[in-house]
Each structure stands twice: as structure tokens, then as C-alpha cells.
């Protein structure tokens, strides 16, 4: 297990007040963001009532929800669910064309989505920093980049005068630079994405759940071998894993340079048959289905 370090109190009060900056250069009043924020911690909060039926999602009942904006323009936000300060899971929240709300993805762990201290640990191994003291020398120049939940990155502006991106659930190094970001996140259609994200109002119940045992998806590489499942496969997805199939999910991103690949463990279905899947990854991750469908490929 991870130690618990100091860092992390550091680099939350540093992206937290970045975020203020940004949020009061814009034309929104101070009313209509307290509304704003008043409506969104609602939401959170009825979500959290229906996950926390889960056996996955009970500790939630006990912890705290911190929200930060996150993404291009600050139109959606993280919300990190902390007990003693230490976090326990994540949900990621964007704005709807409608003043409404969609759940982009949820999941429970340690180490969820733009953990700090998954970060920090991850640049000590990668030689950017030898320690806290090292780290805490200059000031930390960092964003967190959410488009959507293949493209999830921390962006860094290191002190020599380089712009590092660093995946958002382990922190790692990823080979790209500011004209190869454009390109992908230019290639990922906003259109899509708006199409894909499902009304606040219409996920109010989960009618259906499974949790299959986790499994290491390099122990067979069957993209190298197979055909991934069809469209029309993938909409059943569910009863493949009610069957316990092992699934891997696979996504090439970034000029093909960056290869992707989750073990597909499960799924919540909600009322209005809003399928998320559940991935193995620095704890288990849910996204939804019709979201990430275009963005990759499942393979039996």
C-alpha cells in the first residue's frame, strides 16, 4: 500500500485556487454561481444516495464530496469522495446544453482520478522529483484535463520550461506534446460526446448490477489474434458478463502511440438503460457504454 504523504494537502490547495482564478475571469455572477454549484452538490448527493445501495459504493455514505471544476472551458467537474481526508472514490460530472447535469464516469478506490498523491509518487519514480522538499522548491504549475475518459490527462509545466502530460489515474509520462493533445482531442467529436451523455433526470434508479472477479488482461492478447465484438455485440454486453466472460476493452490513442487496455469486470444498467461498464483500474472505474463505444474496441 501507498503511503500517505503531505504532498497531497499541497497540491490540492495549489489546484484549487488555480481553479478560483479561472472561474472568477468569467462572466457568471456570484449568485448564479452559487446556484449553479447549490444544484450540481444535489445531484451529487441523489447520485450518491443510489450508489451507495451498492455494497462497492457504502463507505461513501460516510465521506466527504470536494468539487473542483475540470476540462477545456471549466464545463465539468471532479468530485472526489474523501474520509479522513483520504479518498475513496471519484465521479466526474459534465454541464448539459439543457442547465442539467450527466454522469460521465464513477468508480470506488484509493487511487481514483487525478489523485494527487498517485501523481506525486508517480513523478518521484520518473525522476522528476527526489522528494517532497524537492517537489515543494518551486511552484507547481499544473491542469487537470478532462475531455473524456479515454482523454484524461494532468498537464504539467515543469521548471526547466516543458509541458509534460501525465496520465490521470497513474500519473505516468505519455509520449505526446501540445500539437499531438490538439489533434486528439480536435479528432474527438464534441458532437458525440453531447449526444452521449444522458440527462441527470433519467439516471435516478440502478435496475441492474454485476461484478465479475478481476483478471490480468495481458495473460491472453487476443486483439493481436481476433476480431473485437460487433456493434450489435457490444449492445450485449452486459450478458456476456452475467456469463462471466473476460473481456478486455482496447483504445489507441495519440497517433497510435499510446495502446490502451482495461479488463472489462462489469456493469450498472440504470432505468432508462444507460449501460456504464466497469473496469479494472486503480480501483474500479465505470464508464459509460455508449460514450467510449466509438473510442475503442472489446475483445472476448
Same mark, same amino acid.
Given at each position: 500500500?501507498?503511503?500517505?504523504?503531505?504532498?497531497?494537502?499541497?497540491?490540492?490547495?495549489?489546484? +484549487?485556487?488555480?481553479?478560483? %482564478?479561472?472561474?472568477?475571469?468569467?462572466?457568471?455572477?456570484?449568485?448564479?454561481?452559487?446556484?449553479?454549484?447549490?444544484?450540481?452538490?444535489?445531484?451529487?448527493?441523489?447520485?450518491?444516495?443510489?450508489?451507495?445501495?451498492?455494497?462497492?459504493?457504502? %463507505?461513501?455514505?460516510?465521506?466527504?464530496?470536494?468539487?473542483?471544476?475540470?476540462?477545456?472551458?471549466?464545463?465539468?467537474?471532479?468530485?472526489?469522495?474523501?474520509?479522513?481526508?483520504?479518498?475513496?472514490?471519484?465521479?466526474?460530472?459534465?454541464?448539459?446544453?439543457?442547465?442539467?447535469?450527466?454522469?460521465?464516469?464513477?468508480?470506488?478506490?484509493?487511487?481514483? +482520478?487525478?489523485?494527487?498523491?498517485?501523481?506525486?509518487?508517480?513523478?518521484?519514480?520518473?525522476?522528476?522529483?527526489?522528494?517532497?522538499?524537492?517537489?515543494?522548491?518551486?511552484?507547481?504549475?499544473?491542469?487537470?484535463?478532462?475531455?473524456?475518459?479515454?482523454? +484524461?490527462?494532468?498537464?504539467?509545466?515543469?521548471?526547466?520550461?516543458?509541458?509534460?502530460?501525465?496520465?490521470?489515474?497513474?500519473?505516468? /509520462?505519455?509520449?505526446?506534446?501540445?500539437?499531438?493533445?490538439?489533434?486528439?482531442?480536435?479528432?474527438?467529436?464534441?458532437?458525440?460526446?453531447?449526444?452521449?451523455?444522458?440527462?441527470?433526470?433519467?439516471? %435516478?434508479?440502478?435496475? +441492474?448490477?454485476?461484478?465479475?472477479?478481476?483478471?490480468?488482461?495481458?495473460?491472453?492478447?487476443?486483439?493481436?489474434?481476433?476480431?473485437?465484438?460487433?456493434?450489435?455485440?457490444?449492445?450485449?454486453?452486459?450478458?456476456?458478463?452475467?456469463?462471466?466472460?473476460?473481456?478486455?476493452?482496447?483504445?489507441?490513442?495519440?497517433?497510435? /502511440?499510446?495502446?490502451?487496455?482495461?479488463?472489462?469486470?462489469?456493469?450498472?444498467?440504470?432505468?432508462?438503460? %444507460?449501460?456504464?461498464?466497469?473496469?479494472?483500474?486503480?480501483?474500479?472505474?465505470?464508464?459509460?457504454?455508449?460514450?467510449?463505444?466509438?473510442?475503442?474496441?472489446?475483445?472476448?
Amino acid at each position: 500500500m501507498r503511503k500517505w504523504i503531505p504532498l497531497y494537502a499541497a497540491l490540492v490547495i495549489l489546484l +484549487a485556487s488555480s481553479h478560483v %482564478s479561472a472561474a472568477a475571469q468569467t462572466l457568471v455572477s456570484q449568485p448564479e454561481l452559487k446556484q449553479q454549484q447549490s444544484k450540481l452538490e444535489q445531484q451529487v448527493q441523489t447520485w450518491t444516495n443510489i450508489l451507495t445501495q451498492q455494497a462497492q459504493f457504502r %463507505s461513501w455514505k460516510h465521506a466527504t464530496p470536494n468539487i473542483v471544476p475540470i476540462g477545456p472551458g471549466m464545463h465539468g467537474w471532479l468530485v472526489t469522495f474523501l474520509i479522513d481526508h483520504k479518498p475513496v472514490g471519484y465521479m466526474i460530472v459534465d454541464a448539459t446544453e439543457d442547465n442539467g447535469f450527466a454522469l460521465s464516469e464513477y468508480g470506488v478506490g484509493e487511487h481514483p +482520478a487525478f489523485d494527487p498523491n498517485t501523481l506525486y509518487q508517480s513523478m518521484i519514480r520518473q525522476g522528476y522529483f527526489t522528494s517532497y522538499a524537492d517537489a515543494v522548491k518551486k511552484p507547481l504549475k499544473i491542469e487537470r484535463l478532462y475531455v473524456h475518459p479515454l482523454l +484524461a490527462v494532468w498537464k504539467w509545466y515543469s521548471p526547466d520550461g516543458q509541458t509534460v502530460y501525465m496520465d490521470a489515474w497513474t500519473g505516468e /509520462s505519455l509520449p505526446i506534446n501540445d500539437q499531438i493533445w490538439k489533434k486528439q482531442t480536435e479528432a474527438s467529436s464534441a458532437k458525440v460526446k453531447k449526444e452521449a451523455a444522458q440527462p441527470a433526470t433519467l439516471l %435516478s434508479l440502478l435496475s +441492474a448490477s454485476r461484478t465479475n472477479e478481476t483478471f490480468d488482461p495481458y495473460e491472453r492478447m487476443p486483439w493481436l489474434t481476433k476480431s473485437p465484438l460487433t456493434s450489435e455485440q457490444v449492445t450485449k454486453l452486459p450478458e456476456l458478463l452475467n456469463h462471466k466472460a473476460q473481456i478486455r476493452f482496447t483504445a489507441e490513442l495519440y497517433d497510435k /502511440s499510446v495502446l490502451f487496455v482495461f479488463p472489462t469486470i462489469g456493469y450498472h444498467c440504470w432505468n432508462n438503460n %444507460s449501460i456504464y461498464v466497469a473496469f479494472d483500474q486503480e480501483g474500479t472505474r465505470y464508464v459509460s457504454l455508449n460514450t467510449i463505444k466509438t473510442k475503442g474496441l472489446f475483445y472476448p
